[in-house]
Every structure is written in structure tokens, then in C-alpha cells.
């Protein structure tokens, strides 16, 4: 470990994070650290807070993923409770998360990672943003905009307001979904779908260019994990835990919410504010696993709707067993989107979905609850402990992004292994060892907090402390 | 809106909530797109804060030893800097950590709350301050932008005033928590 680059900040990622790359004295790849800068303290800050704040309160983990937070947090919250959520109240957390995920996937897609695949991973780094896109691809940009915006209309049709909006609680939902907004949400969902198969179209037609970017951005045999609903069949909001082996072997299935740590550890590395949770019969850190868009489609046994459906076969039939390049997370993501629309458009649809039932009422009547979901970046756990008069005592969150740090930590490596060679440096291969990251499309304000030192160049230094090569952008 | 202004955002202690809210002008971020410039931030891919940018937003409080470091050299590469949101005004859900002690809020994240190699993290990762604070402690701050997070639509009039060279007044437009 004589000499290393560092790369500070990544860029077009949600939070802070930077990495370090190890050189050994030919030049070499030997290690690589995805650090992640940021923590924040919730698990210890909420600690005599009454537990129905924590809905509203976890939300504000981050601005991407509120809706996630607030249901899983609600579901710790049900299990506290000890009730069963109406009917409708748990119909209308499905669909306030389905468009979560339109707008989530779609910044995702649209907003940090187009640019490089638009505008390519060597393009000038001044122009490779959203704008750049606009630019050269007005189109693409447009349609990555509206979209993101149908999924927070929808989303702001429950509250009229599309970040935070506070509209979970514990027991069901703050309020019954009003018939106008039914009617608007639902007409802005033909958009929405043609928006997402342009894309998917186009996505699919380029995969060739990025031939080696696939074999490359964490694409090594794993584990994964994932809810699926009683069919076996795509979930996101209720379901139970399933993990498969690197073959697609079903290794733990049906497994509930509350039994999570039987299954799951959580370690700890010097390097970063995120912990790195392993699955726990296989040990640490053996027990390497993967969730999020691509780790669902692999865990499941299909989607259930009909588009999503024919899409997830074709995304199947890329390699035999479960799909390992995390670089398919892309594809997922727009599957994904598919999906969420056909379910939403399903759910407005419904006759009882603007029913008044939507919240059961009761006092705390049990001293823990386990809340999980599928955030859009994958599994997210919320634990909570509280005494007899509701306070909080004690909580654990296992959030989306931990579950694929062991995996980001090994993708970058093998992203550094393939384009880092010897004493110079090109900017493109930098930014290819940043879009594994994207591909994780990770939350870094849910796992803690980083933070990055803006001044700092990306430096190649020799073991005496000279600089090699320097890449300014 | 004729002249061309210099953009920079950045979070610090944040949740990315209110960089959310600006993305949330949607398709009249294409229509300012020709009047403005990203000089940096969580978007665009410069490494480095630039010198003389025009106006940049903050969110986040002040939370480490690297924020404080950086808010410091943002101030003096900042004509403008607008305090983006009730983190930055007021330190908000940070600052919620603020009653407890940093050794007992990492106790429980590292040592508590694990199963395996139970240790503090310190290696490339910054130094926590004894409180998260507000921006305003640290450096001056040009405009307060309220709101968890601040309405879109305050975002708009806060950078079409500074493009026309007026001092936004917010009354009226932006409150803490909503
Ligand atoms: S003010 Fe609210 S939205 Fe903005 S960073 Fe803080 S918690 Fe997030």
C-alpha cells in the first residue's frame, strides 16, 4: 500500500461517500475502500421520542426515499400497536410507494446515471450532468424530468406535498385518498408507461456499448435477498424475506420481518459510517449479499403484472442463473417502474380504494416492533423498542444501501483492477469506478453521513509522497 | 433573466430532501437551464468548489470537523450563500442529536448495534462535532431559505430574485417545518 487515489466526492450519488485505491509498487490495483462519510445518529436521537413521531421523523432520513421510511417505519410502529391495518390503509401505502418508486427509479435513471450513459463514461466531465443531457439529448432529459414528476404528483396527491409529507402513521394512513386525486393520478399514468418502454427500449438497444462495463461493475457470484409476496411473486411493501444463493438455490424463505437478526449481522468496518450487514449462517464476510432492483428480479419468481412480466422473463433469460452484474441494475430499474405503474394504474382502479377506512386506532400494547420493506435501493429494516408509556428506548435501522456494502466495497475493486493500470490515470476510468456506485444508486444520508473534502484533487502519489499524476475536473 | 449566474449547491448534514424540492421545478429547470450555470454540487461532476461562484445553496447543517472546514472555504468563494432549508437554518433533524453525547450516539450505531467487529469507525472518515449547528454560526449567511424542505416554488423566486439583482424577500413565502 504505497500509494493511492483518492476520489473526493463521488458525484451524482445521494450523500456523501469518496474512495480510496490502493497501489502496490508496480502499479497495481491491490485494495479498494468505498468510504462513507456521513453520520447522522438516529438510532440513538430518537430515544425518548413517543413512537408515533417516528414515522414522520424517519422520513427525514432522506429526501429520496421518505415514502420507504415512513412505511417501515409505520409497519415497527403496527407491530407496536398490535392491530391489523385496514383494508384501504394498506392499499394506500402500496400506492403512495409505487410512486416513490416512479419518481426514485427515475432520478435515479434519468438524473445521475444518463450522463454517462447518454453521453458516455469518457465524456468531458463539464458538460456530463442532466443538463449536459438536455443538451444532446433533449428527448431522454424531458422524459426523465416528467416522469420523476408524475411520481411525486403522486405522491403529493395524497398531501400536497411531495417530499416529507408526514402521511403515514402508525395503524394505517393519515387520510383517505380524495376522488379528484384519484382521477388525476390515474390520467397521468399513460404517460408514464410510454415514457418508461421508450426508455427501456432504447436502454436495451444500448447494452452493447457497455459491454465491458457489465462484466466489470460488480459482477461476481453472491447471495441476494429480497421480499416476495405469498406467490413468490415481485414485492416491495408487505411479503416476506427470501435469500438465494449465487446459483438461484432458495436458501431461506418466508422468513418474517421480526426474525431478521436469526438471518442477518451486521459488521462493522474502520473505514466508513456504514455497517455492512452479512448474512449470518455463512458468516463474515462470507455472507456477502446483494438487494435492490436487480437482487428482487432475481429472487422472485415473477412480477404478476402483465408487462412487467414479459420484461422480467427477457431480463431473466441474460444468464442462466440469478443476473450478477450490478451494472443490470439500470435495466431493473426501468422494469421496475413498469411494474409500479401497472400496480398503481391496478390500485385506482380499485372500488374500495377511496374508502374512509384507513387507520386502526390503539394504544401501545407490545414492547417491540420489526418494520421491513423494499426501499427503491433495497430491503430496509426498522426496529424499535419502547416502555409502557410509548417512548422510544432503543432502535436499529438496517437501511437499503448497508445491504450492498460489502458488494459496492468488492465492485469497486474490480471496477480500479480493470481500468487502473500503472502511473497515469485517465479521468474516464475514474468515472467508470464512480458509476459502480451509481449502479447501487446508494443512500448515503440513510446510512449515516459522509463528508468530502472539496479542495482535494485526485492524486496519484508515489510512496515518497510526489505526485504521480494528477486528475483535476 | 438575460445574464448568465453561477451555480453551486451543496448538502453538508443533510438529507438531500431540499435538493430534492429544487428538482422539483421539473420542466422549468430546462427553461432556466440557458441562464444558469452548475458550477458544482451533488449533480455535476466537479471535484473541486470553484472560486467566484454567484450564489450557492446550502443544505445541511454543520455536523464535523470537514463541513465547518468547507462551509468556510464555500464563504469565501461565495458572493451569495443562501442557508437552504431548516437544517441549514436551524440544524433541525441534526441537531436532534445534540442532547446526547457523540461517544454515546456512535456507542449505540457501532459498538451496541453490531455483531461483528463492534469499533468506532476512524479511518477517512471526518471527526463529529460535540453539535450539529446551524450554517450561520460559522460563516455569514446572505438569505435564509426556510422549509423541511423549502417549497419549490420559494426555491424559484429566491433564484429569479438574485438573477433580476434583487435581495429576496421571503415573508410571506417559506416557514420552518413545512
Ligand atoms: S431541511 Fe428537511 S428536507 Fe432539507 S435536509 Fe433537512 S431534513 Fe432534509
Redesign the interface.
Known amino acids: 500500500m504505497t500509494q493511492q487515489i483518492v ?3 463521488i ?6 461517500g ?1 474512495i ?1 485505491i490502493h497501489l502496490d509498487d508496480e502499479g497495481r490495483v491491490s485494495d479498494a ?1 468505498f ?7 438516529f ?3 430518537c ?1 425518548g421520542r413517543p413512537f408515533y413521531e417516528m414515522p414522520s ?1 424517519t422520513e ?5 426515499c ?1 415514502i420507504s421510511h415512513s412505511v417501515a417505519s409505520a409497519k415497527a410502529c403496527d407491530a407496536i400497536l398490535g392491530v391489523r391495518v385496514p383494508e384501504t390503509g394498506a392499499k394506500l401505502r402500496r400506492l403512495l410507494t409505487y410512486g416513490q418508486y416512479i419518481q426514485s427509479h427515475a ?1 435515479s435513471f434519468f ?2 446515471s444518463a ?1 454517462d450513459l447518454v453521453l458516455g463514461m469518457d465524456s468531458d ?2 458538460k ?4 449536459g443531457v ?1 443538451e444532446a439529448d ?1 428527448t431522454l ?2 422524459d426523465g ?2 416522469l ?2 408524475i411520481g ?1 404528483e403522486i405522491i403529493a396527491g395524497f398531501t400536497g ?4 409529507p408526514a402521511w403515514v402513521v402508525p395503524g394505517g394512513v393519515n387520510e383517505p385518498l380524495a376522488e379528484d386525486h384519484r382521477k388525476t393520478m390515474l390520467a397521468s399514468l399513460p404517460e408514464a408507461l410510454e415514457i418508461t418502454l421508450r426508455t427501456l427500449r432504447w436502454f436495451k438497444a444500448s447494452l452493447e456499448n457497455h459491454r465491458e462495463e457489465i462484466r466489470t461493475f460488480a459482477n461476481f457470484p453472491t447471495m441476494f435477498m429480497g421480499l416476495v409476496n405469498d406467490e413468490g411473486n415481485l414485492e416491495h411493501v408487505n411479503g416476506k424475506l427470501r435469500f438465494i444463493d449465487y446459483k438461484g438455490n432458495i436458501v431461506a424463505d418466508g422468513v418474517e420481518a421480526a426474525d431478521y437478526k436469526t438471518y442477518i ?9 456504514l ?1 455492512s450487514p ?1 448474512y ?1 449462517p455463512l458468516g ?1 464476510p462470507d455472507g456477502i449479499y446483494r438487494v435492490g432492483p436487480a437482487a428482487r428480479l432475481n429472487v422472485c419468481n415473477g412480477c404478476g403484472t402483465p408487462l412487467a412480466d414479459q420484461e422480467w422473463a427477457e431480463f431473466r433469460s441474460l444468464e442462466r442463473g440469478p443476473v450478477m452484474s450490478s451494472f443490470h441494475n439500470h435495466y431493473a430499474r426501468l422494469i421496475e417502474i413498469v411494474y409500479a405503474i401497472e400496480k398503481a394504474q391496478e390500485l385506482l382502479n380499485d372500488p374500495n380504494i377511496t374508502s374512509p377506512h384507513v387507520r386502526a386506532f390503539a394504544q401501545p400494547n407490545y414492547s417491540e416492533g420489526v418494520g421491513v420493506v423494499e426501499a427503491p435501493r433495497g430491503t430496509l429494516f426498522h426496529h424499535y423498542k419502547v416502555d409502557e408509556e410509548g417512548l422510544m428506548t432503543w432502535a ?1 435501522f438496517i437501511v437499503a444501501t448497508g445491504n450492498n456494502n460489502l458488494a459496492m466495497n468488492r465492485g469497486v475493486l474490480q471496477v480500479a483492477q480493470r481500468f487502473i493500470n500503472g502511473n497515469s490515470i485517465p479521468e474516464g476510468a475514474l ?1 467508470r469506478i464512480e458509476a459502480v456506485i451509481r449502479a447501487f444508486d446508494p443512500c448515503l ?1 440513510c446510512s ?11 492524486l496519484l502519489l508515489a510512496a515518497d509522497g510526489t505526485v504521480l499524476d494528477k486528475v ?2 | 433573466m438575460s445574464k448568465v449566474l453561477r451555480i453551486a449547491t ?2 453538508l ?9 429544487f ?2 421545478l ?2 422549468r ?2 427553461d432556466m ?1 440557458p441562464h444558469i450555470e ?1 458550477v ?1 454540487g ?8 470553484p472560486e467566484g461562484v454567484d450564489v450557492t445553496l446550502v443544505e445541511g447543517a454543520v ?2 470537523d ?2 465547518k ?2 462551509i468556510r ?1 464555500i464563504r469565501d468563494r461565495s458572493y451569495i450563500l443562501v442557508s437552504f432549508g431548516d437544517c441549514a437554518v436551524t440544524a ?3 441537531g ?2 445534540n ?2 453525547k457523540v461517544k ?3 456507542k ?3 459498538l451496541e ?14 471527526h ?1 462535532l460535540d453539535r450539529a449547528r446551524p450554517v450561520h454560526e460559522f460563516v455569514s449567511v446572505d438569505v435564509f431559505l426556510p422549509g ?2 423549502p417549497p ?1 416554488e420559494a426555491i424559484l423566486y429566491t433564484i429569479s430574485e438574485l438573477l433580476a439583482g434583487r435581495v429576496p424577500d421571503l415573508k410571506g413565502k417559506a416557514r420552518f417545518g ?1
Not at chain 1, 468510504?35 to 445518529?41: E, I, N, P
Not at chain 2, 448534514?13 to 424540492?21: A, E, P, R, Y
Not at chain 2, 451533488?42 to 468548489?49: E, I, M
Request: positive net charge.
Open positions: 476520489i473526493d466526492p458525484t451524482r450519488i445521494e450523500g456523501h469518496k480510496t475502500q468510504h462513507v462519510t456521513q453520520f447522522r445518529g438510532e440513538k436521537f430515544e421523523l427525514r432520513i432522506c429526501g429520496i421518505p432520478l438524473h445521475l450522463p466531465p463539464a456530463r450532468n442532466i443538463l438536455l433533449p432529459a424531458l424530468i416528467k420523476r414528476k411525486q406535498k411531495r417530499i416529507h449481522g451486521e459488521s462493522v468496518e474502520p473505514w466508513s459510517f455497517k452479512y449470518k463474515y436499529n468515472n444520508s449515516t453521513h459522509a463528508i468530502k473534502n472539496p479542495s482535494f484533487p485526485l483535476r475536473i | 451543496t448538502w448534514d443533510g438529507c438531500s430532501g431540499c435538493h430534492m424540492s428538482l422539483d421539473d420542466e429547470l430546462a437551464a452548475m458544482y451533488p449533480l455535476v461532476d466537479a471535484k473541486v468548489f455536523a464535523t470537514e463541513d472546514k468547507k472555504m433541525n433533524v441534526p436532534m442529536r442532547q446526547f454515546d450516539v456512535m449505540r450505531g457501532y448495534n453490531s455483531s461483528q467487529n463492534p469499533e468506532l469507525p476512524s479511518i477517512g472518515v471526518p463529529l423541511c424542505p419549490t413545512a
